[in-house]
């Protein structure tokens, strides 16, 4: 009976922990960059022992990816959210308009993607686990698009498209991370411009296929 009355708490408790260090890690990662951080610096922001660090991640690399996917969950979960509240016919327009801001808003985040992009072309102990992070991203904005196909049929009669919604995910997926990529390395490149074109493109599409 003690077995079963301790074993929810330790579970509880372990989660917490990595909740703890993923936190940590974030904050130093964004604030130092991949290549400076240490994990006995995000051990000591965490308030956890170097070997707890190693014990739940095995290293900075398969952390990293912790932190990503803790980053990108959070964001779907406020886009369902901003999608779910906005009027149907704004539900695109709302949606981008996200994507482009968070540009600014957590450049870190995107440093860090391209980061893992990179560990996950050279290093085939982390690939499986980019690989996955980018099959989850495919879903999230599948998810989040359908939701905005939606909203568009009901609020202004428009039929979605007949398309694979990963294929369609994949490239818009392509299109967010590429233009990103061009803003953070060139500030004066025009991120609004350009979602605004691709707004009218994805418009056009959807209308394509009434």
């Known amino acids: 009976m003690s077995n079963q009355q301790t074993t929810p708490d330790s579970s509880e408790e372990q989660q917490k922990t ?3 260090i993923i936190a940590a890690a974030s904050k130093v990662l964004a604030a130092k ?14 308030q956890a022992g170097p070997g ?17 996917q803790a980053a990108g969950q959070q964001f779907h979960q406020r886009m369902e959210h901003l ?13 981008l308009t996200q994507l482009s801001e968070r ?20 290093n085939p102990v982390i690939a499986p686990a ?6 989850q991203r495919r879903e999230e904005i599948g998810s ?5 196909l939606e909203n568009t049929q009901r609020t202004e009669g428009i039929k979605g498209p007949s398309v694979d919604p990963k294929i369609l995910a994949a490239l818009l997926l392509s299109l967010f ?12 490149f025009d991120l609004d411009a350009a979602y605004q074109l691709l707004e009218r493109i994805l418009r056009l599409f959807f209308s394509d296929h009434e």
């Open 18 to 20: 990595r909740e703890r």
């Open 33 to 46: 960059g991949y290549d400076a951080t240490t994990l006995r610096e995000i051990s000591r922001e965490a």
């Open 52 to 68: 707890l660090v190693h014990y739940y991640f095995g290293g900075k690399d398969a952390l990293l990816v912790e932190v990503l």
């Open 83 to 95: 999608i779910r509240q906005v009027p149907g016919d704004q539900s695109l327009a709302a949606f």
């Open 103 to 122: 540009v600014g808003q957590d450049s870190e985040v995107y440093r860090l993607r391209y980061e893992s992009f990179s560990l996950g072309l050279h």
């Open 130 to 135: 980019v690989r996955e992070r980018l099959a």
């Open 144 to 148: 989040v698009m359908a939701m905005v």
């Open 177 to 188: 991370d590429g233009l990103a990529l061009q803003k953070i390395m060139d500030p004066t």
